[in-house]
């Protein structure tokens, strides 16, 4: 735990000081979000299970939802940026962290707010980055994949936009806690107190399967249902 703290200071420190000087910026933050997520990758023990062919940039991805740890093992196989609820920003240094790296912020209590967030998305894509986002709109347990919000797919519908898909999922070893209570973060456990009882599993495996063909639709709620199916239809269930 104190190894990860320290090295997500000092990492940021650094980028920031660096930054002022780098004219590439998209080039640079891309670089500092994935070596922090490497390093969180390294630390936590987590092993890396890919299946499929992950999208190259620019992308738009969307993945089911089960901890914060989804965020460093996609992050580790895929370069883009993450769409994330508007509390994050608001939270001590991480918000910020998060926020200079590009990620886009989306209040999904305020509907209107969803256009503002796919101009954004756009913006990146245009920008050559990838760009991840979790459609169900809070991480699960691991049991089932829960319905997508539509709304979160009317830019796409509207922008002729292809997505890709991939289901996440984890494993532990036997005789350590299950994926479920040590990686899934569904319950009122704080998140220091959720990561420090990740960090006491020696190791564990996040497996990435990824869809072979991005799915295209007019009809957001279309796009939502077949993206949902597909995602579901490689998921296997967390216990």
Same mark, same amino acid.
């Given at each position: 735990?104190?190894?990860?703290?320290?090295?997500?200071?000092?990492?940021?420190?650094?980028?920031?000081?660096?930054?002022?000087?780098?004219?590439?910026?998209?080039?640079?933050?891309?670089?500092?979000?994935?070596?922090?997520?490497?390093?969180?990758?390294?630390?936590?023990?987590?092993?890396?299970?890919?299946?499929?062919?992950?999208?190259?940039?620019?992308?738009?991805?969307?993945?089911?939802?089960?901890?914060?740890?989804?965020?460093?093992?996609?992050?580790?196989?895929?370069?883009?940026?993450?769409?994330?609820?508007?509390?994050?920003?608001?939270?001590?240094?991480?918000?910020?962290?998060?926020?200079?790296?590009?990620?886009?912020?989306?209040?999904?209590?305020?509907?209107?707010?969803?256009?503002?967030?796919? *101009?954004?998305?756009? $913006?990146? %894509?245009?920008?050559? /980055?990838? !760009?991840?986002?979790?459609?169900?709109? &809070?991480?699960?347990?691991?049991?089932?994949?829960?319905?997508?919000?539509?709304?979160?797919?009317?830019?796409?519908?509207?922008?002729?936009?292809?997505?890709?898909?991939?289901?996440?999922?984890? *494993?532990?070893?036997? $005789?350590? %806690?299950?994926?479920? /209570?040590? !990686?899934?973060?569904?319950?009122?456990? &704080?998140?220091?107190?959720?990561?420090?009882?990740?960090?006491?599993?020696?190791?564990?495996?996040?497996?990435?399967?990824?869809?072979?063909?991005?799915?295209?639709?007019?009809?957001?709620?279309?796009?939502?249902?077949?993206?949902?199916?597909?995602?579901?239809?490689?998921?296997?269930?967390?216990?």
């Amino acid at each position: 735990m104190a190894c990860f703290v320290i090295a997500t200071i000092l990492l940021y420190a650094f980028w920031w000081l660096f930054s002022f000087l780098i004219p590439n910026k998209v080039y640079w933050r891309q670089w500092g979000f994935g070596f922090w997520t490497g390093t969180f990758v390294r630390i936590s023990g987590m092993r890396i299970e890919v299946i499929g062919t992950p999208p190259r940039s620019p992308f738009f991805l969307v993945s089911n939802h089960l901890s914060y740890v989804d965020i460093a093992a996609l992050r580790s196989t895929v370069a883009g940026v993450f769409v994330a609820k508007k509390e994050i920003e608001s939270w001590w240094l991480a918000g910020r962290m998060v926020r200079d790296m590009g990620n886009v912020f989306i209040d999904r209590s305020k509907r209107r707010d969803i256009p503002r967030a796919g *101009r954004e998305i756009l $913006g990146r %894509l245009n920008l050559g /980055e990838g !760009v991840i986002i979790f459609p169900e709109g &809070t991480s699960t347990k691991g049991e089932e994949v829960l319905p997508f919000n539509s709304s979160f797919f009317e830019f796409a519908a509207n922008a002729d936009l292809p997505v890709s898909y991939v289901s996440v999922g984890y *494993r532990t070893p036997d $005789g350590e %806690l299950s994926p479920s /209570e040590a !990686v899934c973060w569904w319950d009122d456990t &704080t998140f220091l107190a959720h990561m420090f009882r990740l960090f006491e599993v020696p190791h564990f495996t996040a497996v990435l399967n990824f869809g072979p063909d991005p799915v295209l639709s007019h009809d957001r709620k279309v796009l939502a249902q077949v993206l949902h199916d597909k995602v579901e239809g490689s998921f296997v269930p967390v216990i």
